[in-house]
């Protein structure tokens, strides 16, 4: 492991007393550039934002960092995070194609933990709402392990949705938005101060929509409360109260059909050759993914005095589901999953989730001189519970059905089990430790001991019966010299533990949790005062303790595989006068614990995203969007079945005028048919072509 000593943290407190160390009084110093405010935002993010704990430039940090504001989501006409993600540099989003059950990505080729405002918000599957677009102010993407900073999580990373509080500030607004299938939503963006005094402050963020979606007899309904306010009676004092409530009335969307009509024709097994991206393969009054949420967060800062900060967000959560599906079965593999006359057989599944959270991270942080060497230190303590349960059932089907002419044959009542739920308990301690010598050379170090519990309750948080109980140490360091000219080198190295597997070995020895390490070497530019921002980074991810077959002991596993990403990002955004482009481009080498790649991971991935905003002249007030999304191949993680590469175009088109600005957006402009990835038989749609027009009012 890691630096495993203490004599940063002791050294940071000693030097952080006013009699052992000069205090310093730390100007502001403006390094991120002109970012230029557009109608939802900041244009382009140049910080870090929350996910670092810093807020520190991008430039100044020698991790990978992606930072989407509220204004590239809406340009490019997001309407889930998944697609939020896919104009970001080493991120696969949406590998799952048309599900509306979760938001999936990869992040250089691992599952990310996902987090709301610094906190977990998913533990199992299928209990939660998904976030909505407009309720977010950014999304922030941290990649590579995260352990020394989040505790148990990815080798991937991590992906953190921020909220749209009273604590920012914000124009009031109302939108408007109709569009493919049928889309009708109404949202509404409203804050001011509540007293004279300004120093109480209220927002409400709220969304009401009607629509279906991608796939036949599916709908897409939801609404979305936030109402928040903000208490800050000082400069040095700020609290903020969030409220959530989330509704979504949804379908699965996800068919798991037969790699026979999707990618290979089905010629010779069924009565067609290739079905539609909009096949309903479920039961029309049957299939449902019904989900709820209610969640309170508190965020509190406070400046004690020049030297001494400190943050702390606490968030209590519930959510459930009703989750019904009818979808392809998963039999008749030697006749390419259909019956042989052609029909399908069909799994009927219902499922009642429930979920249950609340977490505390609280971190203090000291601001210092020694000598000319600026210092800073954060010391943290965090402590989450999850519950989660799922009571399940499957039914028969009344009849099998034909996917290229399907008539649908009803259902019968399914009786879900009654089971123990899950729950998880974890707590931990970091310290990170910040050196800038000159202000040119930027050394980071970091430690964290971190205790994690797994069991089953009765409904309550904390286990009635343990499962297993593990604890790490994770550590990261990195340094950065930043030139004058705006170039800035870096090595990092950060790490990671996940309790994955939940058993014992053949001799009864307790499985230990994954772990993870990332070795990085990167550069960055921004030349001083522009927003322009280019960053390359190669990489080495490693991810150990995985089990793999006990070949001397069959029916039992050991945990000496390993899986391994290698590559390289390149992510740039710059301005030629009128003109502002985004591009990205990834190149990743994996390796999973069976020698096999890396399921869902293309060896190539690039995006770009060009924008056309006339400063003066008769096309003032337009602006003229496009974007390009290139997946390549990429195997199911056997080496049977091979996806291929597909590109997207996308395309944006908006006219402001005054307060008001009216938008066009069109995603998979060429309504390209494609797989997203193809295994165990199944192939995966992704979504046809999709058109928005949104008409916004600022007031």
């Known amino acids: 492991m890691l630096l495993h000593r203490t004599t940063v943290s002791i050294w940071a407190l000693m030097a952080a007393t006013p009699l052992m160390a ?54 490019r006409g997001a309407q889930s995070v998944d697609q939020v993600l896919q104009y970001s540099a080493g991120i696969v989003g949406g590998q799952w194609g048309q599900d509306a059950r979760s938001d999936w990505s990869l992040i250089r080729g691992f599952t990310p933990s996902t987090l709301h405002d610094g906190l977990p918000s998913r533990y199992g599957y299928y209990n939660d709402t998904r976030p909505e677009t407009f309720m977010l102010n950014s999304v922030e993407v941290l990649k590579g392990p995260a352990s020394g900073l989040y505790g148990s999580g990815s080798v991937g990373g991590v992906v953190n949705t921020t909220s749209k509080t009273a604590a920012q500030d914000a124009d009031n607004m109302v939108q408007v938005q109709a569009g493919s299938n ?39 309904d939801a609404i979305a409360l936030a109402p928040s306010i903000t208490w800050r009676p000082s400069e040095n004092t700020e609290l903020t109260v969030l409220a959530n409530y989330q509704k979504n009335d949804g379908s699965p969307l996800i068919q798991f059909a037969s790699i026979y009509g999707t990618l290979l024709p ?22 449902t993914y019904d989900t709820e949420q209610r969640a309170i ?82 010391l943290g303590a965090s402590y989450t519970q999850g519950y989660y349960d799922s009571d399940l059932g499957y039914g028969a089907q009344v009849a099998p059905i034909d996917p290229f002419n399907p008539t649908y044959g009803g259902f019968n009542p399914i009786t879900v089990t009654d089971t123990a739920g899950n729950t998880i308990t974890e707590w931990g301690l970091y310290v990170q430790q910040r050196a800038v010598f000159q202000d040119r050379l930027f050394v980071d170090l970091g430690l964290r001991y971190g205790d994690i519990e797994t069991g089953t309750s009765n409904g309550s948080f904390g286990a009635t019966t343990v499962a297993a109980q593990d604890s790490a140490w994770s550590g990261n360091a990195a340094v950065l010299y930043r030139f004058d000219n705006g170039l800035a080198p870096y090595l990092s190295y950060a790490q990671s533990f996940r309790q994955d597997a939940i058993g014992a070995d053949f001799n009864g020895t307790p499985f230990k949790p994954t772990e993870g390490e990332q070795f990085e070497l990167g550069l960055k530019y921004q030349p001083v005062g522009t927003d322009t921002l280019l960053t390359v980074a190669a990489f080495d991810l490693t991810k150990s303790n995985l ?51 890396i399921a869902q991971v293309p060896k190539n991935a690039a995006s770009l995203w060009v924008n056309y905003e006339p400063l ?52 998979n402009l060429t309504d390209e048919r494609y797989m997203t990835t193809c295994s165990s038989g199944a192939c995966y749609f992704g979504e046809g072509r999709n058109v928005a027009l949104t008409l916004t009012s600022k007031f």
């Open 616 to 667: 003066d002249g008769a096309m003032v007030g337009w602006k003229l969007g496009a974007g390009m999304r290139y997946n390549g191949e990429a195997w199911d993680g056997a080496s049977t079945y091979l996806t291929p590469s597909y590109t997207l175009y996308d395309a944006a088109v908006s006219y402001g005028r005054d307060n008001w600005l009216v938008s066009l957006n069109l995603r």
């Open 182 to 220: 049928d889309r009708m939503q109404i949202a509404g963006d409203v804050s001011g101060d509540l007293n004279a005094a300004g120093t109480l402050r209220y927002r409400f963020v709220g969304l009401l929509r009607d629509s279906k979606d991608s796939v036949d007899f599916s709908q897409d």
């Open 297 to 378: 967060t508190a965020m509190f800062k406070h400046r004690f005095n020049a030297t001494w900060s400190m943050n702390a967000s606490a968030r209590y959560l519930e959510g459930e589901s009703l989750y019904q599906h009818a979808w392809w079965a998963f039999d008749n593999f030697g006749t390419g999953r259909y019956n042989p006359d052609g029909t399908i057989n069909r799994t009927f599944y219902r499922a009642e989730n429930e979920l249950k959270t609340w977490g505390l991270d609280s971190y203090a942080t000291a601001e210092y001189g020694l000598g000319s060497i600026e210092m800073r230190t954060i």
């Open 547 to 597: 089990t793999v077959a006990d070949t001397a002991n069959p029916g039992f596993q050991v945990q000496t595989g390993e899986a391994r990403s290698k590559g390289f990002e390149v992510e740039a955004f710059h301005r030629f006068g009128d003109v502002s482009v985004k591009f990205a481009y990834t190149y990743l080498d994996t390796e999973d614990a069976e020698g096999d790649y």
């Open 22 to 75: 000069q205090v310093v009084d730390l100007q502001e110093i403006n390094v991120s550039g002109a970012t230029e405010e557009a109608y939802f935002g900041e244009s382009v993010a140049l910080d870090t934002g929350t996910v670092s704990k810093t807020g520190d430039s991008i430039l100044e940090t020698p991790r990978s960092v992606s930072v989407i504001t509220a204004q590239q989501m809406a340009e």
């Open 266 to 287: 089905a010629t010779g097994f069924g009565t067609g050759t290739y079905l539609d991206s909009d096949t309903f393969i479920g039961e029309p009054g049957f299939d």
